[in-house]
Nanobody
Framework: VQLQASGGGLVQAGGSLRLSCSAS????????IAWFCQAPGKEREFVAS????????YFTDSMKDRFTISRDNAKGTVYLQVNNLKPEDTGLYYC????????????WGQGTQVTVSS
């Protein structure tokens, strides 16, 4: 399954964005999807994930009050709604699919850049 992330951009602190992760195959709907962020000069970090049925979601503590993850399997898309953005949220946001062996062994999109100005 190939993934494509989109929706990033340049926003002021306090602003919002909706990131989208689109899949190339209908089987997308059977897998857990996650978002990761790689800030400048830092390692890639987990942001949020959602199970195949959308009933279970997980967030990193620093973002759980501001970010929402959802999915529309009929459209083959997972969304990350990011609100009240902070400069430290700046980074390249990737979506990833877990085939069952962990995200590192799964499928990754190319990333979408989010830049938050103060």
């Amino acid at each position: 399954v190939q993934l494509q992330a989109s929706g990033g951009g340049l926003v002021q602190a306090g602003g919002s964005l909706r990131l989208s992760c689109s899949a190339s195959e209908r089987s997308f709907g059977t897998y857990t999807i996650a978002w990761f962020c790689q800030a400048p000069g830092k390692e890639r970090e987990f942001v949020a994930s959602i199970r195949w049925n959308g009933r279970s979601t997980y967030f990193t503590d620093s973002m759980k009050d501001r970010f929402t993850i959802s999915r529309d399997n009929a459209k083959g898309t997972v969304y990350l709604q990011v609100n009240n953005l902070k400069p430290e949220d700046t980074g390249l946001y990737y979506c990833a699919l877990d085939y069952g062996l962990g995200f590192e062994s799964g499928s990754w999109g190319q990333g979408t850049q989010v830049t938050v100005s103060s």
